[in-house]
């Protein structure tokens, strides 16, 4: 399944996905302002780093080895088997914690977030937690067996749903409603994706009776590593920039700047899911020669497709304002253009940090993320000193530029000195 094919079946699901995200932030941005857009990237972030804990970071390598492994039914089922029970086991453990610290952690929220302390939220919480590493489980499966059509009906059908239950309840009851929409979000798609497996049957559901390998637990907890410190090193920078723009200004400029991650998202979801599909299975079986003409076909597709997106996106920027959000957000100007110039770099900085995810090179891939991280915060809060707002979107732009420049270096002996041979 080539580049091109992939791109082509995701699609649906990412123009469905799109839609729906112009919906909803347009819901959240007119009853909840920039106040509400900045609470909930508080707490959204708060939530992947409990979901990311629960999954303990396996799904790319069950990605991997089962592209590798599924002719095989044994070891297949031995795989399924381990990686199941590491999904289930460690959502438990953080659950546990989770119950036992809630308090404590909690703490940090500010009033206006206090209905995170109440006790139903707290379990219902866990159970989202379980859910979604159960979920992230079978789509890792689907993703690896190469089942894309299921895969986007899954994607598709859980927006959808989710979608319409967060409109709901923003609408109906405000800040606290979309606190809870969040959460319920994984318990809907978990009850969605086996729902279809047990209709499509795309792998026997039998592997629960296989034992607990230890052998591809050691496999497995190598991606472990990369697959928790890629997001906690994203959402601790930004968790922490979020803040210090709330300190610094306002939650206007707050919320304006989590807006303005949104719609960098919302543009980039079709290269960023083809992107899931696509190249950790794909790297996986390729080395030298052939990896690197892989690399450059890639980026000799993707580049004039985000250039043209980003150049309309800059073109029409007061039209997609006023569309996904409304005139309070309007401070988002000021930050367009240097950031939709470090997605640019951010998009090609993507396909080379696929390739240390496929080749497992997890000591590396972990710099790489710890070097963006501390350069992004430090950065923006220098610059924002230096140039007031619109430094944090050159703050962006730089990091992504010398995150760039430091890839190619690791990667000068595949990509530069066999080009010259």
């Known amino acids: 399944m080539n580049f091109i094919r ?3 079946y995701s699609a649906a699901s990412t123009t469905i996905s799109l839609l729906v995200k112009l919906i909803t932030n347009k819901i959240i ?49 031995e795989l399924l ?19 036992i610290f809630y308090n404590y952690i909690t703490t940090g929220f500010s009033d206006e977030m206090s209905y995170i302390k109440d006790n139903t939220y707290k379990y219902i919480l866990c159970i989202s937690i379980i859910s979604f590493s159960i979920q992230t489980f079978i789509m890792s499966i689907l993703n690896g067996l190469k089942k894309i059509k299921l895969f986007v009906l899954i994607n598709i059908l859980a927006t959808l749903i989710s979608a319409v239950f967060l409109i709901y309840l923003v609408i109906n009851y405000s800040m606290i409603g979309a606190f809870y929409a969040l959460i319920l979000s994984p318990i809907l798609t978990l009850f969605i994706a086996i729902l279809i497996c047990v209709i499509f049957k795309p792998f026997k559901l039998n592997f629960f009776n296989y034992l607990f390998k230890v052998e591809y637990l050691k496999n497995l907890s190598n991606f472990s590593l990369m697959a928790i410190a890629a997001p906690i090193c994203l959402i601790s920078a930004t968790f922490i920039v979020r803040y210090y723009i709330y300190d610094e200004f306002d939650s206007n400029h707050a919320g304006s700047w989590e807006a303005m991650w949104r719609i960098s998202a919302i543009y980039l979801m079709f290269l960023t899911t083809t992107f899931k599909f696509y190249l950790v299975p794909t790297f996986t079986n390729l080395n030298n020669n052939q990896l690197k003409k892989e690399v450059f076909k890639i980026w000799k ?3 004039p497709v985000i250039f043209i997106i980003t150049l309309g996106v800059f073109v029409s920027k007061d039209l997609i304002i006023n569309i996904l959000f409304t005139s309070e957000f309007n401070l988002i100007n000021s930050l367009i253009l240097f950031h939709l110039l470090g997605d640019v770099i951010k998009i090609n900085c993507w396909v080379l940090g696929n390739i240390l995810v496929a080749k497992a090179k997890t000591n590396h891939f972990i710099l790489f993320q710890v070097e963006w991280s501390i350069l992004f915060v430090v950065l923006s809060i220098t610059l924002t000193n230096i140039y007031g707002f619109v430094g ?23 990509l530069w000195r066999a080009l010259n041979k």
């Open 6 to 8: 992939t791109s082509t």
């Open 81 to 99: 088997s381990t990686s199941f029970k590491i999904h289930f086991y460690s959502s438990l453990i953080v659950v546990s914690l989770l119950l």
């Open 29 to 77: 941005a007119v009853y909840l302002g920039t106040n509400g857009m900045f609470l909930i990237g508080q707490l959204k972030d708060f939530l992947k780093i409990g979901n990311t804990l629960g999954t303990m970071g396996i799904e790319t390598g069950t990605v991997k080895y089962t592209s590798e492994l599924n002719k095989n039914e044994t070891n297949f089922k």
């Open 301 to 303: 597709t993707i580049s």
């Open 392 to 414: 944090l979107s050159i703050a962006y732009f730089v990091t992504y530029v010398i995150h760039f420049l430091l890839l190619n270096i690791y990667f000068r002996k595949l």
